[in-house]
């Protein structure tokens, strides 16, 4: 009897998880990303200050649960040596949001030569990706009209996934909600590609 209740209760309270990458070179903004996106989307989340995040080196972990989902996000590090890692985390994910600085058009090419090479992966085939052309407050950045025709250049190395360029400011926290809700439409609908992961209690 215990069993039979504790089941229903597992199947109550568990959610479906996923997980999400968050890539790009280093500086791009991919901390400060994940840091707004769980202040959007947490309750009562104890935010950090944008002065004392630093830049991705290794791994950061989040997890925010939204529209009945968990996503796990992954914001892995962009500095050269730590690019090679990136395919090690690419069979186990469910989406990526790979992050621009858009304001730093010296390391445009840079940027999207990286890009090119991770969707380019077979782990990756059909696997959903938000492109956010971050640091839309800085008055003479890329907008998203210039920095699209440039990521979307090679669209057969993109394509028939779900793939959306964005505006965002991870700064001040602008799209990044839009984003995430976005994407979690992409996930559950490619759930029959990518099941969920496991499945645990909350
Ligand atoms: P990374 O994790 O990709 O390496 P970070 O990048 O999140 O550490 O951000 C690198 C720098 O860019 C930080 O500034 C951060 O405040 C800034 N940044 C991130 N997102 C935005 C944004 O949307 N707008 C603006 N204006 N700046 C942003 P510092 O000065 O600490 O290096």
Same mark, same amino acid.
């Given at each position: 009897?215990?069993?039979?209740?504790?089941?229903? !209760? #597992?199947?109550?309270?568990?959610?479906?998880?996923?997980c999400?990458l968050?890539?790009?070179?280093d500086?791009?903004? #991919?901390?400060? !990303?994940?840091?707004?996106? $769980?202040?959007k989307?947490?309750?009562?989340?104890n935010s950090?200050?944008?002065?004392k995040?630093?830049t991705?080196?290794g791994?950061n972990i989040g997890?925010?649960?939204?529209?009945?989902i /968990?996503?796990?996000?992954?914001?892995?590090?962009?500095?050269?040596?730590l690019?090679?890692?990136?395919? #090690?985390?690419?069979?186990?994910?469910?989406?990526i949001?790979?992050?621009?600085?858009?304001?730093? /058009?010296?390391?445009?090419?840079?940027?999207?030569?990286?890009?090119?090479?991770?969707?380019a992966?077979?782990?990756?085939r059909?696997?959903? =990706?938000?492109?956010?052309?971050?640091?839309?407050?800085?008055?003479?950045?890329?907008?998203? /009209?210039?920095? $699209?025709?440039?990521?979307?250049?090679n669209?057969?190395?993109?394509?028939k996934?779900?793939?959306?360029v964005?505006?965002?400011?991870?700064?001040?926290?602008?799209?990044?909600?839009?984003?995430? /809700?976005? =994407?979690?439409?992409c996930? $559950?609908?490619?759930?029959?590609?990518?099941?969920?992961?496991?499945?645990?209690?909350?």
């Open positions: 009897m215990f069993s039979l209740i504790y089941g229903f !209760y #597992k199947h109550m309270v568990q959610k479906d998880e996923y999400v968050i890539l790009g070179l500086n791009a903004g #991919k901390t400060t !990303y994940l840091e707004a996106a $769980k202040t989307l947490t309750n009562n989340y950090i200050h944008p002065s995040i630093t991705t080196v791994l997890k925010v649960d939204v529209a009945g /968990r996503l796990n996000f992954w914001d892995l590090g962009g500095q050269n040596e690019q090679s890692l990136w395919d #090690k985390y690419y069979e186990e994910s469910h989406a949001i790979y992050i621009i600085d858009s304001s730093d /058009r010296e390391r445009m090419d840079e940027s999207k030569e990286i890009f090119d090479k991770m969707i992966s077979e782990n990756l059909g696997i959903p =990706l938000l492109v956010l052309a971050n640091k839309q407050d800085i008055p003479e950045c890329m907008g998203v /009209r210039e920095v $699209k025709p440039i990521f979307n250049k669209s057969h190395l993109i394509g996934r779900d793939c959306m964005m505006p965002v400011s991870a700064l001040t926290g602008d799209g990044v909600d839009e984003g995430i /809700r976005w =994407l979690v439409d996930i $559950k609908r490619n759930s029959y590609l990518r099941p969920p992961r496991n499945q645990e209690e909350m």
